[in-house]
């Protein structure tokens, strides 16, 4: 199986500030991530496919970059509404595999 | 608009089966895939395997083969989880998504969620 390795599992940031995670991968996988945001008690949502393409209707602020092995979802500007956890995941071969996440919090 | 409206809470007891429904509107069912996702309490996301709603071919997570069964029922636009022998850890949250392929594989629709509770 290949290991989604995010970090950092946690940040504290404050509104405005802008904010990346990083998710590293055992193998290469060319660009099949994905990006997916949840808040507390909700399913997950799409942000980022195909390592940087914005699904439709999330904000400009998110970004997606990399290939290969190593991975960025960037916020630009945090907003209040950003406070989530946030998880990688590859769909490069079965099983398709998740990030542990990375919960970014108010500082 | 596009929906995944799963059923409700289940409280099971080990060594038992449940089977989880996710009722699909608004797109055309037969065109796409449905993965199922489940979520521990205080966890994160595990995918547990992926059918097409157009010829029902399934891929399963090694972990659950033997165990999972995923179906679809074209005639209600359904897809459904069934998985048997429940123990503890199988306490979660179960997420139907909408499996898209569009450059790659993702999942741009999901359920509400189904919470399983497995406890003797």
């Known amino acids: 199986d290949i290991q989604m390795t995010q970090s950092p599992s946690s940040l504290s940031a404050s509104v405005g500030d802008r904010v990346t995670i990083t998710c590293r991968t055992s193998?290469?996988?060319?660009?099949?991530l994905n990006w997916y945001q949840q808040k507390p008690g909700k399913a997950p949502n799409l942000l980022i496919y195909?390592?940087?393409s914005l699904q439709s209707g999330v904000p400009s602020r998110f970004s997606g970059s990399g290939s290969g092995t190593d991975f960025t979802l960037t916020i630009s500007s945090l907003q209040p509404e950003d406070f989530a956890t946030y998880y990688c995941?590859?769909?490069?071969?079965?099983?398709?595999?998740f990030g542990q996440g990375t919960k970014v919090e108010l500082k | 608009q596009v929906q995944l409206v799963q059923s409700g809470v289940e409280v099971k007891k080990p060594g038992a089966s449940v089977k989880v429904s996710c009722k699909a509107s608004g797109y055309t069912f037969t065109s796409y895939g449905i993965s199922w996702v489940r979520q521990a309490p205080g966890q994160g996301l595990e995918w547990m395997g992926w059918?097409?709603?157009?010829?029902?071919?399934?891929n399963y997570a090694q972990k659950l083969l033997g165990r999972v069964t995923m179906t679809t029922e074209t005639s209600t636009s359904t897809a459904y989880v069934e998985l048997r022998g429940l123990r503890s850890d199988d306490t979660a949250v179960y997420y139907c998504a909408r499996s898209i392929f569009g450059v790659v594989y993702y999942f741009d629709y999901w359920g509400q969620g189904t919470l399983v509770t497995v406890s003797s």
């Open positions: 193998q290469s996988i060319t660009i099949f």
């Open positions: 195909a390592a940087s």
């Open positions: 059918i097409s709603a157009h010829n029902r071919n399934t």
């Open positions: 995941q590859q769909s490069y071969t079965t099983p398709w595999t």
